[in-house]
């Protein structure tokens, strides 16, 4: 192991507190017209990443800490991260498997606490390394999945990830033992970050949820990443909401909203515009947690400041939104209902895939063998690559080829099944051409509020 000591920069650490269930306390703080937001912030010098924690925390809106890890640690190049760190070459996260325990605890201290969980992100479907490290160092919350961080990510064979998993979860759930309740969200709701029909992102991440349930995780988050259209996403979310109250064996759960991650604007106008309706959205369906954007997010990975400021404008923003009323379904704009389109389509891929099998792992390896989750644009070798998508006119993702999912008779299609490249490139920018549009008076404001940039 080598890494930068805690001399270096860091103090000494004493015995860390017991860490809270992060769940626990993101469903206190949040939820009913309140927010609690989230960057998603990884820097390789461990200095930075607790200057990175220490501004998060400090920030005026309630948040929790994020550590991104690098992505040599996230397919498990370790010699590489090894290599980085040896010739000082900055890393695009924190390697916390390649630094000493003493290091990352000092990172940690005085930061972490009752007021203020940390959550590990990563991105691996191998991560193995990962949780033992996280084990050793009693960080009881991540996040992921045997298809999320799968599927888009590499070129893993799915059943090795549904194994990776299965064994991780049951690793995790160890920490009991010691009294920490280990928490994970899953990824399942953000699949490719654009062009899947929302109904699929309920499913897989509900899916997911279940599955990290059945190998005894009791503390639950699940995202839902926004996409198009305010009401769809509306949908989405209560739907999700829903499926969760009717399946989830755990009343330890909350949703976890993402800003867009297709192709973000450019302008910081369109950037904040963007933002603040997902902190709407999350507050309109009551979703607990927002993980923010920031405006450098079209052009570079943005800074400790920006995220700072993405978090307060999204904070600010959930605020106001809540007095408005937007916390109150009756005020919520179109598609009010639960038993909405989406609802139904989530519900018969959910349905249909545990019938397949008891074990949801092996459930989840037979609905992708047979197309009965099929994930559009996705080019793994376990996804079938045969259902497509289409935004309409209206701005609503539909499907335009279900291929072989079991939603003949229910889903809402858009247009032909045929999709030209022009319409893959013209779908893939629709939201950064929509929110990079000039104001239409001078002046405009950013949803009512200036924000200084």
Same mark, same amino acid.
């Given at each position: ?304 400041? !920006?995220? /700072? *400021?993405? +978090? ?5 923003? %959930?605020? #106001? $939104? @809540?007095? =408005?009323?937007?916390?109150? &379904? ?20 959910? !349905?249909? /895939? *545990?019938? +397949? ?5 092996? %459930?989840? #390896? $037979? @609905?992708? =063998?047979?197309?009965?989750? &099929? ?35 229910? $889903? ?42």
């Amino acid at each position: 192991m080598i890494g930068i000591e805690p001399t270096r920069g860091l103090r000494p650490v004493r015995q860390a507190p017991t860490p809270v269930d992060f769940g626990e306390f993101v469903r206190r703080e949040g939820g009913g017209g309140r927010l609690v937001v989230q960057p998603r912030m990884g820097f390789g010098d461990p200095v930075r990443m607790r200057e990175g924690l220490l501004a998060t925390k400090e920030a005026d809106a309630t948040t929790v800490g994020t550590v991104t890890l690098d992505s040599y640690t996230r397919v498990g190049d370790l010699a590489a991260v090894e290599s980085a760190l040896r010739q000082g070459i900055d890393l695009n996260g924190y390697p916390v498997v390649s630094h000493p325990p003493s290091t990352t605890a000092a990172v940690l201290e005085g930061v972490r606490d009752a007021t203020f969980p940390v959550q590990i992100r990563h991105g691996s479907a191998t991560p193995i390394d990962i949780f033992w490290t996280m084990m050793r160092l009693r960080l009881n919350a991540t996040e992921g999945g045997p298809v999320s961080y799968c599927l888009p990510y590499g070129r893993t064979p799915l059943n090795e990830a549904v194994r990776n998993w299965a064994g991780c979860c049951e690793l995790y759930g160890r920490l009991r033992q010691v009294g920490i309740e280990p928490h994970l969200e899953t990824f399942g709701g953000c699949m490719m970050g654009q062009l899947c029909p929302p109904s699929q992102l309920v499913a897989i991440s509900l899916l997911e949820a279940l599955f990290f349930a059945q190998h005894g995780i009791r503390s639950l988050s699940l995202s839902y990443a926004q996409q198009t259209h305010m009401g769809q996403d509306q949908e989405a979310v209560r739907a999700l909401r829903r499926l969760c109250a009717e399946l989830l064996p755990t009343g330890n759960w909350h949703i976890v909203v993402y800003a867009y991650m297709g192709v973000y604007p450019e302008s910081s106008r369109g950037a904040y515009r963007l933002l603040g309706q997902a902190a709407e959205l999350a507050v309109s369906t009551g979703a607990e947690r927002l993980i923010v954007k920031t405006a450098a997010e079209a052009r570079r990975i943005p800074t400790i400041y !920006e995220n /700072v *400021l993405a +978090l307060e404008y999204a904070g600010r923003t %959930a605020e #106001l $939104a @809540a007095r =408005r009323g937007a916390a109150d &379904d009756r005020t919520a704009t179109g598609h009010e209902s639960a038993d909405s389109q989406t609802y139904a389509e989530a519900r018969a891929l959910v !349905e249909r /895939v *545990l019938d +397949l099998d008891g074990d949801i792992g092996r %459930a989840l #390896l $037979a @609905a992708f =063998r047979h197309g009965y989750l &099929d994930v559009p644009y996705c080019v793994h070798p376990d996804n079938a690559g045969r259902t497509r998508s289409r935004i309409g006119a209206d701005g609503r993702l539909r499907w335009a080829d279900i291929g072989n999912l079991p939603l003949s008779k229910i $889903a809402e299609l858009s247009g032909s099944g045929r999709i030209t490249s022009t319409d893959l490139m013209n779908d893939l920018h629709h939201i950064r051409r929509r929110f990079d549009e000039p104001p239409r008076e001078l002046g405009e404001s950013i949803d009512g509020e200036l924000v200084r940039v």
